[in-house]
């Protein structure tokens, strides 16, 4: 069983930076691959990033790359976010998968644990 809480979520000016923490529990983690995904308003969910927790090999969706950076640390994930833009707005979820995942996955139902989300507002 995995748990996971994410904070760091906030409002920014277009143009600043944010970074989302998520806090993980359990065992396995290095075996696992963990996602950062977002929600708008009236919108579906979508895919952010991933992160390999074995070697930290990432992988990002167009409309962040370049912009944010994913990266782990004991047990934590974090989401920097830079260059933030109005439509970036969104409630931003961390997620696992179930261990032994060796693939760097990008769609939710793949992902077995989810955390309640962090708001972050980008003002204009």
């Known amino acids: 069983q995995v748990q996971l809480v994410e904070s760091g979520g906030g409002l920014v000016q277009a143009g600043g930076s944010l970074r989302l923490s998520c806090a993980v529990s359990?065992?396995?983690?290095?075996?696992?691959?963990m996602g950062w995904f977002r929600q708008a308003p009236g919108k579906e969910r979508e895919f952010v990033g991933v992160?390999?927790?074995?070697?930290?090999s990432t992988y990002y969706a167009d409309s962040v790359k370049g912009r944010f950076t994913i990266t782990r640390d004991n047990a934590k994930v974090y989401l920097e976010m830079n260059s933030l833009r109005p439509e970036d707005t969104a409630v931003y979820y961390c997620a696992a998968t179930r261990p032994w995942q060796t693939y760097l996955l990008i769609r939710s139902n793949d992902y077995a644990y989810w955390g309640r989300g962090a708001q972050v507002t980008v003002s204009s």
């Open positions: 992160i390999k927790w074995a070697d930290g």
């Open positions: 359990g065992n396995t983690l290095s075996s696992r691959v």
